[in-house]
């Protein structure tokens, strides 16, 4: 290889509830949307990377004119899907069946809308990774995976081996998944100087947390940079399918654990949450049985509700519960409103399940 590559992935990670609440969540993810659209239209060059459906649905719902400009960003390239979840959950405490709930309302909503999806999962900020994850994974069709936490693993690509054997390319990003406003360029040095034997690289840029994504500035020191080391370095403005595909698997070094633990108080805080969220999780479940085997007719919005309640409960910082206390009150909310829907839908199965049985004798 002539030069080396370092691949640049423009994100702005947006948690929909964390020291503020839902609402706000919603007016940052249009405020960032919009900031990125213009970012997209302004700079020849640049690139943006999103995930989380959820937040895509927010901009169609209350900015549609924005969402038909993602639209043609997307077919022009300048705009990438990354993750394809409906958002990042907590993975460690959701059983499985709620991961391939956040990955089969991601897919559909990105490949309705786009008719693209993505080969890369990304849960930047979940504090640990089940091992069972892999297989997941990679039966629904992910290639590879990014993750943060914990921090105190060491950077860069493995090969993440499941249970069952399924193997799949991950990385652990360098540092972080944002960077503070104008020190994008600064990290960028920083890790040059810290792994100059690397031909392959992928880092992470932009304003993120409480949304933001690129700045000005950065771009524009991003520019100079790539003038400074026009001669040994070529940086491309690109996603993370692109990233992997020029990983060899064979170089890298498998791991077959979990990838834990960060934090380890959020499993234990908030129990009302975590009580709440397995409750649903399993009334849930039973209920979509009930209704199946029953044959009841059901409004199949309602069970969709119910079903969306759970995944926001199982947010990265909602089960965990480490949030505000006013967000922590509309989780349990939320739980609440999915435990009645699926109440209700449950009591119509039943009653369904019963109906042309014989009277009972005397």
């Known amino acids: 290889m002539d030069k080396k590559q370092i691949y640049l992935l423009c994100n702005a990670h947006l948690d929909p509830v964390w020291l503020w609440r839902k609402a706000e969540g919603v007016a940052e993810t249009l405020s960032t949307f919009r900031i990125a659209v213009d970012f997209c239209e302004k700079y020849d060059g640049f690139v943006f990377n999103h995930n989380e459906s959820m937040l895509y649905e927010w901009v169609k719902e209350f900015e549609p004119e924005t969402f038909e400009k993602i639209k043609k960003l997307i077919e022009e390239g300048k705009w990438n899907i990354i993750g394809g979840w409906y958002l990042q959950p907590d993975v460690l405490m959701p059983c499985g069946e709620s991961i391939i709930r956040h990955i089969k309302l991601g897919y559909r ?38 993750y943060m936490r914990p921090r105190d693993k060491e950077y860069g690509p493995f090969i993440w081996k499941g249970y069952d054997g399924s193997e799949i390319k ?55 940079l790539e003038k400074k080391y026009s001669d040994s370095i ?34 234990t805080s908030l129990a009302e949450i975590k009580k709440g969220h397995r409750e649903l999780e399993n009334n849930l479940a039973r209920c979509e049985t009930m209704l199946c085997v029953s044959g009841a007719e059901y ?20 089960l ?43």
Not at 182 to 202: F, H, M, Q, V, W
Not at 330 to 341: A, F, P, R, V, W
Request: proline residues 3%.
């Open 320 to 362: 965990p519960g480490t949030l505000v206390k006013k967000s922590a009150e509309e989780i349990l909310s939320m739980i609440g409103n999915g435990k009645d829907i699926v109440s209700e839908l449950s009591l119509k199965a039943f009653l369904k399940l019963c109906s042309g049985l014989e009277q009972a004798k005397e």
């Open 234 to 267: 070529d940086f491309i403005h690109s996603n993370p399918d692109e990233y992997f595909e020029k990983i060899d698997a064979d170089s890298l070094k498998t791991i077959d654990t979990s990838l834990v633990h960060c934090m380890i108080g959020c499993y």
């Open 170 to 224: 991950t990385l652990k990003i360098y540092e972080w998944y944002n960077t503070p406003k104008g020190r994008a360029a600064e990290r960028i040095e920083k890790y040059i100087s810290e792994y100059p034997d690397n031909d392959i690289s992928l880092l992470t840029w932009g304003i993120g947390n409480h949304g933001g994504g690129p700045s000005k500035k950065d771009w524009q020191d991003i520019r100079v």
């Open 299 to 318: 409004d199949d919005k309602k069970l969709e509700r119910a079903e969306r309640s759970l995944l926001f409960s199982e947010f990265h910082d909602s």
């Open 109 to 146: 909503f990105f490949t309705d809308n786009f008719g693209k999806y993505t080969k890369t999962a990304v849960n930047f900020d979940s504090f640990g990774h089940s091992r069972g994850l892999v297989q997941i994974l990679k039966k629904s069709g992910f290639d590879n995976y990014i």
